[in-house]
């Protein structure tokens, strides 16, 4: 029986170890935006979508960032994430180990406008410097896999607020600017339901803009910042916290600009 057990673990894992592979073949083959994200566009955000001029553009903006450390840019949906809008501005790092950088074809459909907009006060342009910023940091952290209930919470809202304080750093902005940008590009299309913050709120995996633009306000993550985090999310335990303050408190020398 226990013979059995380890050869169906074994073939588990070589199964999760294909589907792995197949997957990150499969990014690394896309030329910056997907077939599937580019059908999507044309289908239901912008009819006259140019892919030539849509990479031509991505490239020109690339040259810009320094800290993309070989990390490829796509613009696509991966099958896990399908349950977000692919009309939504969002991204993330993909599996781990994984050296992509994931945007949903939303943001591929709005860079694709701004590249026609002429004179622009490059919101969407510095938006995405900023998101850039904060997924680089995202793969240079540690993951919280082991953690369970408000202490996984409270781990994941802290690692959101840290990876905006190094996405600020990173893009070269300041905190306002950056809230500049949110407020055009995502809060107000997106309505006040981005905004929520209360209790019934609490144990959601991502903390609100609305949190988190008020925790930028401290210019770094201090320790007392990372105090009130951990107490937001209903954490009394002391050593949990402290544990959080060796991870995610900065030195002061890591503040950044305040100003807008």
Not at 46 to 68: N, V, W
Request: hydrophobic share 40%; net charge positive.
């Amino acid at each position: 029986m226990r013979d059995i057990v380890m050869i169906l673990l074994m073939l588990i894992l070589i199964a999760l170890l294909c589907v792995y592979l197949h997957i990150s073949l499969s990014w690394h083959s896309i030329d910056v935006i997907s077939l599937e994200a580019e059908e999507f566009i044309r289908e239901k955000l912008d009819p006259a979508f140019d892919t030539e001029r849509f990479r031509s553009y991505i490239d020109k903006l690339l040259q810009r960032i320094d800290f993309l450390d070989e990390n490829k840019v796509i613009f696509f949906t991966p099958f896990y994430d399908r349950k977000r809008s692919q009309s939504s501005l969002n991204a993330h790092t993909g599996l781990p180990g994984q050296k992509v950088i994931i945007f949903t074809p939303g943001w591929a459909a709005r860079l694709y406008r701004e590249s026609f907009a002429g004179k622009s006060d490059g919101a969407i342009t510095d938006l995405f410097a900023f998101v850039l910023g904060h997924e680089m940091t995202h793969k240079e952290q540690r993951r919280f896999i082991f953690l369970f209930g408000r202490k996984r919470v409270c781990a994941g809202w802290l690692r959101e607020i840290s990876s905006d304080f190094g996405g600020i750093r990173k893009s070269g902005l300041s905190a306002g600017r950056v809230r500049f940008c949110l407020e055009k590009e995502i809060l107000e299309r997106e309505g006040r339901r981005q905004r929520r913050y209360g209790s019934k709120t609490v144990l959601r995996p991502h903390p609100t803009w609305e949190y988190r633009m008020k925790c930028w306000e401290s210019g770094r993550m201090t320790r007392e910042l990372v105090d009130k985090i951990c107490r937001d999310c209903g954490i009394i335990d002391r050593r949990f916290c402290d544990r959080m303050k060796r991870i995610y408190a900065e030195k002061p020398a890591g503040s950044m600009r305040r100003a807008g």
